[in-house]
């Protein structure tokens, strides 16, 4: 039975995947039409964003299928594989599939409505039979429930002690049972929930599954609420569903992806070194200029610091860097796609806050600028005041040859990264239409490279599946949360405590900013945009604070969790590529000055706003 779910959840990972390449042709071709022709078509741009919908919630079951369903792996990474079984299971059980089930009697409700009432779309020339689109909202949920019991037979057949599971189980139904009819007594449920959420996102379950499950439970157990607070949850996906803004997500994963296997990374690392590599520190600040480059190209954090770890690490330690300057560099270097244009994150925070992206990455820049300036500054005075740190590498090759080849090299990204960003920030084309482009151009980069191939083309659009999955899931689970949550009181409680007990418009920054960073180092930055970002909204708005600035304040903090130990994902990334090669305490003792200039930075476009807008309002 596992198997056959498997391979049906399989099939329909591979249909997504394809429909990843044909969106991003499919917008490629109407953007062209459009701005070229004047050629314009409300069905094809309903279309694409149907095409994008069915893309991630088709990739539900199929991330989870594969793991990729981000959780907390703090101490997960260190339990058993039975305790990791029994994770699996529980959370399944008593998170997903009631979570699912509920969503699926209201999504159901949902394409049954659409259908009767022969809904179309609103827009002239728009497309008919709109309950064909909230019919595979309705569909993906089925196949996630039909995985989660796949998951749990593979999970069941690895555990041992199944008496230790059938008393853990048992336990907790006799826990919620309590709690249901005895809440209201013991805790307040605002701080209940917000403690159970920390203790099971502490404990490796995950992050999505999580929210959605915990908002379901303290709306059935809250005396005050009831199960009507989450009626209205289908509808809230749906408009999800119809964000244009974040179809370009999966487009930039794509492009991102595709660029990450065409070695120009590679390339770069090479001529980089060799052309600053006759200075002192030169090879920290080549790899501090390509992190520059894999960010405004690819924006992935995770690929970025693994490329440079695989190949620039060992070429530094070869020449006698240490280890500390040599690590600290490649991830602080690596996470610059944080802030840097096209990120993923100024997307999500441009949606969560109701932004303009093309806004926020005009204003992204200058941070990223100023961050680049401060590494190769630092980097420059360290290797000065201590020679032996980051010794200079003699070459007996021709400078200008060096030149020459380095030019070669970075012009095409160059130009790829010009076409996307110049586009956006020029208004000529959205962001979604320029991540398009890119992945076009990306593509076209590797056949230049000569490294296109069919197998490049699957691995980029199965990432982009699963990555893409992973964070619509949680985008889907949070919106379940904070739906109980504010219902609860939770938003009014944030407001009256920043507003009216702190007072202040900077007490509130500053507090802020505080929590952010503490939260970065336990959680991601996808939960962080999703969760505490919307409470953070309306407070931001009754003092009057420009949302802008302080979405970039946000971008700067939460590029500064990457790093902070003893938790920092680009810490983990570092040490998993490297192997042996440095150790975990040279790797915590190299990215503490790079965190402290993170820090400058936020303090810098803190104390100096205007700078954001050099670019542009």
Do not use: C
């Not at 619509?472 to 904070?482: K, N, P």
């Amino acid at each position: 039975m596992s198997k056959t779910i498997d391979t049906i959840t399989k099939n329909i990972g591979f249909i997504a995947s394809i429909l990843t390449l044909f969106l991003a042709l499919l917008v490629s071709y109407d953007a062209i039409m459009r701005y070229l022709f004047s050629e314009g078509s409300i069905a094809l741009q309903e279309v694409e964003w149907h095409i994008f919908d069915i893309i991630f919630l088709l990739g539900l079951s199929y991330a989870l299928k594969h793991d990729k369903h981000v959780r907390v792996d703090i101490f997960f990474v260190n339990y058993s594989s039975q305790t990791k079984a029994i994770i699996q299971i529980i959370s399944m059980i008593f998170l997903l599939i009631p979570f699912s089930l509920f969503f699926l009697q209201g999504s159901f409700d949902m394409t049954v409505q659409s259908f009767l009432q022969n809904e179309i779309s609103s827009d002239p020339g728009g497309l008919k039979y709109r309950f064909i689109i909230k019919g595979v909202l309705f569909l993906a949920f089925i196949l996630l429930v039909t995985q989660a019991i796949s998951e749990i037979i593979k999970s069941y057949s690895k555990i041992k002690n199944k008496k230790l599971l059938f008393t853990l189980i048992g336990g907790i139904i006799t826990l919620f049972a309590i709690m249901f009819f005895h809440l209201p007594f013991f805790l307040d449920p605002l701080w209940l929930m917000f403690l159970m959420t920390l203790f099971l996102l502490m404990s490796g379950f995950q992050v999505a599954f999580v929210f959605a499950g915990v908002g379901l439970i303290f709306a059935l157990i809250s005396e005050e609420l009831g199960l009507e607070v989450l009626e209205m949850l289908p509808y809230r996906v749906y408009g999800i569903m119809g964000n244009v803004t974040l179809m370009a997500i999966p487009l930039f994963i794509l492009m991102g992806l595709i660029l990450e296997k065409s070695k120009i990374a590679e390339d770069l690392l090479i001529s980089m070194g060799k052309l600053f590599g006759g200075i002192r520190g030169g090879l920290a600040i080549s790899v501090v200029i390509v992190g520059a480059i894999l960010a405004a190209s690819t924006g992935i954090v995770g690929a970025s610091v693994v490329m440079m770890s695989l190949i620039a690490l060992p070429l530094m330690l070869k020449n006698n860097y240490k280890p500390e300057l040599a690590t600290g560099s490649i991830v602080a270097s690596g996470t610059l796609g944080q802030i840097i244009p096209p990120s993923i994150v100024l997307i999500v925070l441009g949606d969560q806050m109701h932004l303009s992206v093309g806004d926020l990455f005009k204003s992204a820049v200058v941070p990223g600028i100023l961050l680049i300036i401060l590494y190769i500054i630092y980097i420059l005075i360290y290797a000065r005041l201590n020679p032996k740190v980051a010794p200079a590498i003699e070459s007996d090759e021709e400078y200008s040859k060096m030149l020459k080849d380095a030019l070669k090299v970075i012009t095409p990204p160059l130009i790829l990264i010009l076409a996307v960003l110049g586009s956006i920030f020029a208004g000529v084309a959205s962001p979604t239409e320029s991540a398009s482009i890119g992945v076009v151009g990306a593509l076209i980069l590797t056949a230049i490279n000569r490294e296109f191939s069919f197998e490049l083309l699957r691995y980029s659009s199965i990432e982009t599946v699963k990555l893409t999955a992973m964070i619509f899931m949680i985008l889907i689970g949070a919106t379940a949360f904070s739906l109980v949550f504010n219902e609860l009181g939770g938003q009014d409680m944030a407001l009256e405590f920043f507003a009216h007990d702190m007072g202040s418009k900077w007490g509130f920054i500053l507090f802020a900013m505080l929590v952010i960073f503490i939260l970065g180092f336990f959680i991601d930055f996808i939960e962080i945009a999703f969760v505490v970002v919307p409470i953070l909204v309306p407070i931001v708005h009754a003092f009057g604070i420009d949302p802008i600035w302080f979405a970039i304040l946000i971008a700067l903090n939460l590029q500064a969790s990457f790093l902070t130990p003893p938790f920092g994902f680009a810490l983990f990334y570092l040490k998993g590529a490297s192997g042996d090669l440095v150790t975990t305490g040279e790797i915590y003792r190299g990215v503490i000055p790079f965190i402290v200039l993170q820090i400058l930075a936020l303090i810098i476009i803190l104390l100096f706003p205007d700078l954001i807008y050099i670019f542009g309002e």
